[in-house]
């Protein structure tokens, strides 16, 4: 049977890469988890094995830690720009450039030695403590002539404990979850959001500051919504997103119900006034939306994972 070459790529997964900047005793760090990927002109190296357009995936690796000193790393964002538009741009068979980076968020130390601020002595300031579990994303693509920048975060755990209600479903003969008026309503946030810059001209965003309110809006979302379903919540979160931040036209959600249940206290003769609750991980509600600009069309992927 004929067979034919599909679609392909290659490059560098996961090159970890911390970026020490020092401004005199103080310290900032960035750090990255970068994976490179290009496709482009590669057919005779899968049909004959000749690696004459292949540029080696070793040589993708240096290229992120030389641009790391070279550049900087402002925001994720804007360094996989420098590395996209450069794969693409100095190697002739790379067509395409996918560069997907992890960003792992630290938060300093500060010491308690005040002695320090009131003589203006040059204070240490090199210490960092890991900031919980979130951890923020961005995938950067680019052609040769068109850019799409998606960003967002995952494993952004959240929980309201009061203002959510779960009632008026659909019952049938296998339905035993009794309707709830006030509950605990908590999710670990994975989202993606795509903004609409093509550097055609337009002014760059401000990739850190987009990052920072997004990341505000999503949460002022939640804390704010009365919710009667994760799915409102959802809508909630994504809607405040579009309608404040002007440089995002499409914003998609996974939305893991990490359910609380109230434990059934009547046997020891105690009384469960929503106060004690049984966690559980599984099995759980999964819900997942995408919430559009008017006028544009959706194009993240519905399974995130794959981005």
């Not at 992890?102 to 240490?124: H, L, Q």
């Not at 997004?214 to 579009?242: C, D, N, P, V, W």
């Not at 914003?251 to 105690?270: A, E, I, Q, T």
């Not at 966690?279 to 995408?290: H, K, N, Q, S, W």
């Amino acid at each position: 049977m004929p067979t034919f070459l599909g679609q392909n790529q290659y490059g560098k997964a996961e090159n970890r890469v911390v970026k020490i900047t020092r401004d005199g005793a103080t310290h900032h760090i960035k750090d990255l988890n970068v994976s490179v990927s290009l496709s482009g002109d590669m057919d005779e190296v899968h049909y004959s094995g000749s690696n004459a357009n292949v540029l080696p995936t070793d040589t993708t690796k240096n290229t992120v830690y030389a641009f790391a000193k070279e550049y900087g790393i402002e925001s994720a964002e804007q360094f996989g720009i420098h590395l996209a538009r450069h794969f693409v741009t100095s190697q002739e068979p790379i067509h395409r450039a996918r560069i997907r980076i992890e960003e792992y968020a630290w938060e300093r130390i500060e010491t308690s030695r005040a002695d320090a601020k009131e003589t203006g002595s040059d204070e240490p300031r090199h210490s960092f403590v890991r900031q919980g579990q979130e951890t923020r994303l961005t995938q950067i693509s680019y052609d040769g002539e068109s850019w799409e920048v998606v960003s967002g975060l995952k494993d952004l755990v959240v929980m309201n404990s009061t203002d959510s209600e779960f009632w008026g479903y659909v019952k049938d003969k296998y339905t035993t979850l009794p309707e709830a008026h006030d509950r605990i309503l908590a999710t670990q946030v994975s989202a993606r959001w795509r903004f609409n810059w093509t550097d055609d001209g337009r002014e760059t965003p401000d990739w850190e500051e987009s990052y920072e309110q997004t990341r505000k809006h999503l949460l002022q979302a939640f804390a704010e919504t009365y919710s009667l379903s994760l799915q409102q919540t959802l809508f909630q979160m994504g809607s405040r997103i579009i309608d404040h931040r002007g440089e995002i036209d499409e914003v998609r959600f996974s939305l893991p119900n990490k359910h609380h249940f109230l434990v059934d206290l009547g046997p020891f003769g105690l009384k469960n006034d929503n106060e004690v609750y049984f966690a559980a991980d599984r099995p759980y509600g999964l819900i997942e939306g995408t919430v559009l600009r008017d006028g544009c069309e959706a194009r993240i992927p519905v399974d995130l994972s794959n981005l």
